[in-house]
């Protein structure tokens, strides 16, 4: 995902929009082109961080656009795997032990030069051969490996995803929208002609992700109204990067769409939109299920107890007005049917309201660690609320759904 000194964005009083750049244009395939033979190179001789990001700055200052080239410098880094370097011999010492051998060596041999002068100085390259030999590796190999736990050692191992320049073009002005959905205070996504397959995908990308939201429809539109980061307490920058990353799989939905929103720019607040005529495309692949492990422990779990409780996917259940949900869960046990919706992020006010505009057979399944303001859930609303860390209490939930009448 592209940082802040990297966004290209046009400001004007009242708008912010991303500066998109053309897949097809000669100068952006060129520049793409090279960097990806670049790090080719770089895989291949397995060169550390600190030297791609020399050559990188190299090669940046030779570009007038110099944005875009560390741009998709940046996109690249983020798909590349590195690894930490090991000295070539059987049950290698860490790096701060080699260092710790080194230097204590040359405080007893000291004083010593960074090259020795006509044989009266101990020099640095004395200190790694004699360190060396202990270990039965190379000079070099002790040079190398000195600070090779440091990040900007680790050595380039693979790079995923990028096959075309092209392609590279796509990721980098879906990162740039991405960017700028992390500064987000609220988002208002529209779609049109939902396929109920696709309203079911949508609910479990939503969920997935965490996102706070409600859905309405109206006719044949679906309108999501998505809590941005910059609307939390805390939490906000987890929170953000969850709604970066659910971007992509929105992309995927084959209907016409269209985002607006309100951006927190530094200290003011701006107006966002955008939509399919932009050309972002997604580089995800369309998985059919979005599930969180916390759904999948939880219905694990429940089908192991003896209940006699049906579980299956939770039914569509139309709210007050236009507003729709589909819970995680429906249970059914004779003619008593309830449902259960586990919540990611959250607030206060969007939990009572939650509650409010639901029936009272719908129940809710909290993370305690995703809140996103202080302060505790009103008493009256609690016994309609199981709180969980990591696993959903099965025993809990049952607890709630079929109370123990006293």
Known sequence: MLTGNLLRVRVTRSNISPQLISPTSPKNLERSRQLLD????AQQEEQSRQDIDAWIAELSALDVDHKIFKGFAKVLLDRAEFIEPILPIENPPTAAEVRQKVFSL?????????FSRHGTSLSKQDIFAQVAAEY????QDISQYLYSDLRTMQ?????KGFSQPHLLIHRYNLALCQAIVLRACSLEISLSKMDPKWLRYLFRLIKFHKLMFFLEQEGETLKLTLDGPQSLFQQSTRYGMQMALFLPGLLLVPTPWSIKGVIQWKKRKKHFALDQEAGIKSHYQERGVWRSNAETVFEERFRQKETGWDISEGELIKLSGQRILQPDFTLQKGKKKVHLEI?????KSQLKNLI????KNVFLLVSKRLSGDKGKIPKTLEKRIVYFAEVIPVAKVL???SPTKK
């Open 356 to 359: 409010a505009d639901c029936p």
């Open 136 to 139: 039965g590796c190379t000079q």
């Open 155 to 159: 050595k380039m191992r693979s790079l």
């Open 343 to 347: 919540v990611g992020f959250w607030r």
């Open 399 to 401: 607890e709630m759904i």
């Open 38 to 41: 670049m790090f080719a190179i």
């Open 106 to 114: 040359a405080v007893k041999k000291g004083p010593f030069s960074g």
